[in-house]
């Protein structure tokens, strides 16, 4: 569980899901995904990599995340006309209100980075389990509370520009013995080239 306020402390996080998980890294490289990646992030990079992998399990009782942008990963350093990452999270179960479903700020990515949202301006991706939910780095968003009797569960895939340091460093968290039985040629595992992401996996 979370060790304070801000990563929840009735919310499970794991991740490394690149090694743990072959249905995730499926995901990993969802054409959807990687092409909405790729598009969006490509003003500001040549090339994308994998930032962060992790699953969210916001049990009964948590409460809400505080409202923040992701971006802030690295600091308030990068000039704001410049957009670092592209956001995904994958509903494992049905996302509601009274679950947790993620709170968003939608048009916040043009605020001022001292303007706070007034109750009314933020709402919740409620979707049902197998949906996905896209969101930018400069996006005010955090996870909901859960006053529900059920624990809402979603994987959390971040992609980045290909110049900054993952939060999550692909190097580490995914060993050689894994890695080498991974199919650049079909999965996008391989090292950088065009419309694929970089997991740093087999470098």
């Known amino acids: ?13 794991t ?5 743990r998980s072959a249905a995730c890294r499926d995901l990993i490289v969802n054409e959807l995904a990687l092409t909405t990646a790729n598009r969006f992030l490509q003003p500001y990079t040549r090339k ?14 948590g409460a809400a995340q505080a409202i923040h942008r992701d971006r802030l990963a690295w600091g308030k350093y990068l000039p704001k006309d410049i957009e670092p990452q592209l ?3 994958w509903a494992l179960t049905d996302f ?3 679950n947790g479903a993620t709170q968003c700020v939608p048009g916040s990515h043009k605020w001022s980075w001292a303007r706070q949202p007034k109750p009314e301006e933020i709402v919740q991706a409620e979707m049902p389990k197998g949906s996905v939910f896209f969101y930018t780095g400069s996006v005010l968003h955090s996870g909901g509370a859960n006053t529900s009797e059920n624990m809402r569960m979603g994987i ?11 939060e999550e460093n692909q190097y580490l968290s995914c060993p050689p013995s894994i890695a080498k039985d991974f199919d650049p040629s079909a999965s996008g595992f391989a090292r950088l080239y065009p419309g694929r992401v970089c997991l740093g996996l087999l470098q």
Request: proline fraction near 2%.
């Open 15 to 19: 991740g490394a899901l690149a090694a």
């Open 87 to 89: 956001n995904t999270i």
């Open 96 to 98: 509601s209100a009274e």
């Open 1 to 13: 569980m979370g060790r304070d306020d801000f990563t929840g402390r009735a919310t499970k996080r």
């Open 48 to 61: 994308i990599i994998l930032h962060l992998t992790q699953v969210i399990q916001i049990n009964p009782g």
């Open 156 to 166: 959390n895939l971040t992609y980045c520009l290909g110049w900054l340091r993952q």
